[in-house]
């Protein structure tokens, strides 16, 4: 066609402009090519033509969006169907393109196997792993009422939520997808655990070389994990119940606190003190006669936790004056050698000997 341009001084030369047919749309691939029945995917329109394009369809449905990318790519997201295939087709002021097929898959509803771990404290914050079936496009993750705080759809099978704070107790662990909410079963259970309580710690002190049988009591003991005595676990131990522990001191020295961990966290801590052994360095008098009554003073260190004093083998009333020295009265006997020795908090001292004089004439 000649195109001209006409003035009232006359009208000009022509050049020539041609009209070009626009092209049908053409599509050639769509992926993926399946998705669920409440819609929301993704795909990617390959082909022709495409420029200018004013519709997207997914049989007689409007895509919910599209976004043409070039003349030769759209992406467009699909809307809600019922299952089964549909033809996906591309509409421009030239005509609509031939048609590709996307197939709807109705969406199974979600199952879980397993929570792991199926416990932790009430205040949230546990990192679990969910496994089960049909977590694909999973929107919620729920523990009881409460939503996850966060969740992780890892695959198909697995999917990693943080549990959010609870009450102690059981609490029913769900996954929602388009498929609907999984049904509880006695797999899909997290259990709160509130946090652990001591209350005493008897006896609070024992020997640096250990194995003191130590009582715990508190409250939500069970399930202990651990029992420490500062950084380091006890040589054993039994939950005896809810509120009682026995655990066996590890060797030591100083102070130390005992703390019980459980899966409702790390109880307050209580003291426990190791205590020296203790050493006997002097006797006076070192003997007396075969009847009791002699006072005898013993000297040494680390004696003021002595809970008893034997001659021999048997036990002699006594009285601690300091950290270094205890009165005795020797009990009856018969004549010879005995060894006196103290036993502490701290274990029992090496022995001196204590000799008995038979009286003149006996």
Same mark, same amino acid.
């Not at 069970?222 to 522990?245: E, H, K, Y």
């Given at each position: 066609?000649?195109?001209?341009?006409?003035?009232?001084?006359?009208?000009?030369? &022509?050049?020539?402009?041609?009209?070009?047919?626009?092209?049908?749309?053409?599509?050639? /691939?769509?992926?993926?090519?399946?998705?669920?029945?409440?819609?929301?995917?993704?795909?990617?329109?390959?082909?022709?033509?495409?420029?200018?394009?004013?519709?997207?369809?997914?049989?007689? *449905?409007? /895509? /919910?969006?599209?976004?043409?990318?070039? %003349? =030769?790519?759209?992406?467009?997201?699909?809307?809600?169907?019922?299952?089964?295939?549909?033809?996906?087709?591309?509409?421009?002021?030239?005509?609509?393109?031939?048609?590709?097929?996307?197939?709807?898959?109705?969406?199974?509803?979600?199952?879980?196997? &397993?929570?792991?771990?199926?416990?932790?404290?009430?205040?949230?914050? =546990?990192?679990?792993?969910? =496994?089960?079936?049909?977590?694909?496009?999973?929107?919620?993750?729920?523990?009881?009422?409460?939503?996850? $705080?966060?969740?992780?759809?890892?695959?198909?099978?697995?999917?990693?939520?943080?549990?959010?704070?609870?009450?102690?107790?059981?609490?029913?662990?769900?996954?929602?997808?388009?498929?609907?909410?999984?049904?509880?079963?006695?797999?899909?259970?997290?259990?709160?655990? /509130?946090?652990?309580?001591?209350?005493?710690?008897?006896?609070?002190?024992?020997?640096?070389?250990?194995?003191?049988?130590?009582? *715990? @009591?508190?409250?939500?003991?069970?399930? %202990?994990?651990?029992?420490?005595?500062?950084?380091?676990? $006890?040589?054993?131990?039994?939950?005896?119940?809810?509120?009682?522990?026995?655990?066996? $001191?590890?060797?030591? @020295?100083?102070?130390?606190?005992?703390?019980?961990?459980?899966?409702?966290?790390?109880?307050?801590?209580?003291?426990?003190?190791?205590?020296?052994?203790?050493?006997?360095?002097?006797?006076?008098?070192?003997?007396?006669?075969?009847?009791?009554?002699?006072?005898?003073?013993?000297?040494?260190?680390? *004696?003021?936790?002595?809970?008893?004093?034997?001659?021999?083998?048997?036990?002699? %009333?006594?009285?601690?004056?300091?950290?270094?020295?205890?009165? $005795?009265?020797?009990?009856?006997?018969?004549?010879?050698?005995?060894?006196?020795?103290?036993?502490?908090?701290?274990?029992?001292?090496?022995?001196?000997?204590?000799?008995?004089? %038979?009286?003149?004439?006996?």
């Amino acid at each position: 066609m000649a195109v001209t341009v006409i003035s009232p001084s006359g009208t000009s030369n &022509a050049v020539t402009f041609t009209y070009v047919a626009a092209a049908v749309p053409v599509v050639t /691939a769509v992926a993926p090519n399946n998705g669920p029945t409440s819609g929301g995917t993704s795909v990617t329109i390959t082909g022709t033509g495409f420029t200018g394009a004013t519709a997207v369809r997914f049989a007689d *449905l409007p /895509a /919910a969006s599209f976004t043409v990318n070039s %003349a =030769t790519q759209i992406t467009a997201v699909t809307p809600a169907d019922s299952a089964g295939p549909v033809a996906v087709t591309v509409i421009s002021p030239s005509g609509t393109s031939n048609a590709v097929t996307f197939t709807y898959v109705a969406a199974a509803v979600p199952v879980v196997t &397993a929570v792991a771990p199926n416990n932790g404290p009430t205040s949230g914050g =546990t990192s679990v792993t969910i =496994t089960g079936t049909g977590f694909t496009g999973a929107t919620a993750v729920r523990f009881a009422d409460l939503p996850a $705080a966060s969740f992780t759809v890892n695959s198909a099978t697995q999917i990693t939520a943080v549990t959010p704070s609870g009450n102690p107790g059981g609490a029913a662990v769900t996954v929602t997808t388009p498929g609907g909410t999984s049904v509880v079963s006695a797999t899909s259970y997290f259990f709160y655990a /509130a946090p652990p309580v001591l209350t005493d710690a008897s006896p609070a002190q024992g020997p640096t070389s250990g194995g003191t049988v130590v009582t *715990l @009591t508190g409250s939500s003991l069970l399930n %202990a994990s651990a029992v420490r005595f500062g950084v380091t676990n $006890a040589t054993s131990f039994t939950v005896v119940s809810s509120t009682q522990i026995t655990a066996t $001191a590890p060797p030591g @020295t100083g102070s130390t606190q005992i703390t019980v961990v459980t899966p409702g966290g790390t109880s307050n801590p209580l003291p426990f003190a190791y205590i020296p052994a203790p050493t006997l360095t002097g006797l006076a008098p070192v003997s007396g006669p075969t009847s009791a009554g002699t006072v005898v003073t013993l000297t040494g260190t680390n *004696l003021a936790t002595a809970t008893k004093v034997t001659f021999g083998a048997t036990l002699a %009333a006594f009285t601690v004056v300091s950290d270094t020295q205890i009165t $005795a009265t020797a009990p009856a006997g018969a004549a010879g050698p005995v060894s006196v020795s103290v036993t502490t908090a701290g274990g029992p001292s090496a022995g001196l000997i204590y000799t008995r004089v %038979a009286a003149p004439g006996i």
